[in-house]
């Protein structure tokens, strides 16, 4: 990321006032916008783009034109929403890696030009911290340093917080994604999209011990799903060459298999990694922190040590702008800004 400390706007003249951040994030389908004023959250709006759900998946064409049409009216709602003027906004920050390139464009290029018109700090955050810091915005608070398991659609990694400005990822996936695991299993048993949510919703009637599929082992804290997605089509494609009626059948038992072994892979890295560190404040983020059964295992698993476990509101799991203001605020505190020339980016390195 591109950052300083003089640009593009000013600066307030005493850091006793309080801070006011106006936050866009737009890295995929969602549109949204938030105000936090002293790292409190006082809006957080979403609009989602039901557009996609008929064609099983994001399209990214699609998801950018909807951004351009939702942007204006979802920042005047989050606006309303706080009781706050485009005057008391004290920076305007947004998501500007990684994610959908039309997407962040629309967000970012907003950002930039209410920057400069109102001259205004800009801030640019990336969407993975953001998930991160999610755990910042409600009490009880996590203690730093923190682990933090972060599974989304796109990612699945295991972040050490030292401080709101210090993270660095101990552990990722080599290949697919935890969400992935679960998007495909929804495909390949004809759930519509988007189906991770109906594999937990099954998952809760069926019992997760029925079926076993492969759990890859992987050394050090890395994760691994691509095995286990080949593991349930091969699965798949054997019980229903019996039956056809395999899946109908089944279906609870199915979803609730799968999800044990998910979370299983999942909680055995976080485990090994607070183990290895001796922290003991575990965090987890991420539209898959959604998932009532991964929470509930986390849960379980402080419990059973001892460690202190802390699950963000479901609004600040999936991608949503609360999350980028609280970090857009710590960054603020930290002189941490960005200049015009910032450009959004699909693929940018984790900072």
Aim: contains cysteine; proline residues 5%.
């Amino acid at each position: 990321m591109s950052e300083n400390i003089s640009n593009p706007g000013s600066l307030p003249e005493t850091e006793t006032k309080g801070i006011t951040i106006l936050a866009i994030e737009s890295s995929c389908d969602e549109t949204s916008a938030s105000v936090c004023k002293d790292g409190a959250i006082l809006s957080n709006f979403i609009a989602n783009q039901t557009v996609h759900e008929k064609y099983g998946g994001v399209v990214p064409e699609l998801a950018s034109r909807a951004h351009m049409q939702n942007i204006v009216p979802v920042i005047d709602t989050a606006l309303k929403e706080a009781n706050t003027s485009l005057a008391e906004v004290d920076a305007i920050a947004f998501t500007q890696a990684p994610g959908l390139i039309g997407s962040l464009l629309v967000g970012s290029q907003f950002a930039k030009s209410m920057a400069l018109a109102l001259n205004k700090p800009l801030i640019a955050v990336h969407h993975m911290q953001a998930h991160v810091l999610a755990n910042l915005i409600e009490d009880p608070k996590p203690s730093f340093p923190f682990l933090c398991l972060t599974v989304s659609g796109g990612h699945t990694q295991i972040v050490l917080a030292r401080s709101a400005t210090d993270l660095e990822v101990i552990g990722e996936t080599i290949d697919d994604a935890a969400g992935e695991a679960f998007d495909k299993t929804a495909k390949l048993i004809g759930l519509p999209y988007p189906g991770g949510p109906l594999v937990d919703k099954y998952a809760k009637e069926g019992n997760p011990h029925r079926f076993k599929f492969a759990e890859p082992q992987i050394e050090g804290l890395n994760f691994s799903f691509s095995g286990l997605k080949t593991s349930v089509l091969y699965f798949l494609q054997k019980e229903i060459k019996a039956n056809p009626a395999f899946v109908e059948e089944n279906l609870a038992d199915i979803c609730a298999s799968v999800q044990y072994t998910i979370i299983n892979i999942l909680l055995k890295k976080l485990k090994r990694a607070a183990i290895e560190t001796g922290i003991q404040d575990l965090c987890i983020a991420g539209g898959v922190s959604a998932n009532s059964g991964l929470r509930t295992a986390l849960k379980e698993l402080g419990e059973k040590y001892g460690w202190r476990t802390h699950i963000p509101s479901f609004q600040y799991c999936t991608d949503n702008a609360g999350m980028i203001a609280i970090t857009a605020y710590h960054k603020y505190l930290a002189g941490a800004f960005a200049d015009l020339s910032v450009t959004a980016s699909a693929r940018a390195e984790w900072s």
